[in-house]
């Protein structure tokens, strides 16, 4: 076994484990490492093998949720946009670069004690830099594409945001918004089978044949154009 008690003007260190070049855990400066005896955080865990490297575990046998695991930004100043937790997906790049390549994290969107409310935040990296692909705002909207959603499902691109629908074979048709238009696309034969402008519906808007068929049980309303 190994203990070792350090203390000088400049630090304050215990370190405890079976080597004095590799402690299991070590107290200094302020900092925990565990498996690292140069703790760069508060609290640094630091392992060579794929194992589990943390975890939480609750024997409880009542119907409550356990475990939990909470992110608390005990603020003496909450306000409208705060990060209140998160969570980096960290790895280096084949420079040796350490690079965040997806992070989570939580706002507080609206901090008065009438109207608390949240939201849920997805980054992504392609290049140099983070930034937003999905979000969750407090009423439930989901904007993609979109900081501030404004239906339950909002999508939003700088080329047309589009939906995507592929069955198990090679079919594929795309849903979406072209700039001026929504078209339904046949993605797997390059066509365009419906477009809908601010003023029209156009059918069969290129030169491949499509049958427009209309069923119903009611006849009286089988096909009803109003205008």
């Known amino acids: 076994s190994y203990f070792k008690i350090v203390t000088t003007n400049s630090s304050e260190t215990v370190e405890l484990g079976n080597s004095t070049t590799n402690p299991k855990i070590l107290l200094g400066g302020g900092n925990v490492g565990i498996g690292t005896s140069s703790p760069s955080a508060q609290l640094h865990i630091s392992g060579t093998d794929t194992s589990d490297q ?88 989901v904007g993609i594409g979109s900081s501030s959603p404004q239906n339950l499902l909002h999508l939003e691109g700088s080329s047309g945001a589009r939906m995507r629908f592929v069955d198990t074979g090679t079919q594929a048709y795309t849903l979406g918004n072209s700039g001026t238009s929504l078209t339904l696309n046949n993605a797997s034969q390059s066509t365009t089978p419906l477009t809908i402008t601010t003023s029209e519906a156009v059918f069969n808007d290129d030169s491949t044949d499509y049958d427009f068929r209309v069923e119903s049980n009611d006849i009286a309303t089988m096909f009803h154009v109003d205008g």
């Open 54 to 141: 943390v975890i939480i575990e609750n024997t409880d046998t009542g119907g409550g949720s356990a475990p939990d695991l909470v992110l608390f930004r005990n603020s003496a100043n909450p306000a409208d946009d705060d990060v209140i937790g998160r969570i980096d997906f960290r790895g280096d790049d084949d420079n040796g670069t350490a690079r965040d390549y997806v992070t989570l994290f939580s706002t507080i969107t609206d901090a008065s004690t009438a109207t608390p409310a949240g939201s849920f935040s997805i980054q992504t990296r392609n290049g140099s830099s983070q930034a937003t692909r999905l979000i969750v705002d407090g009423s439930g909207n």
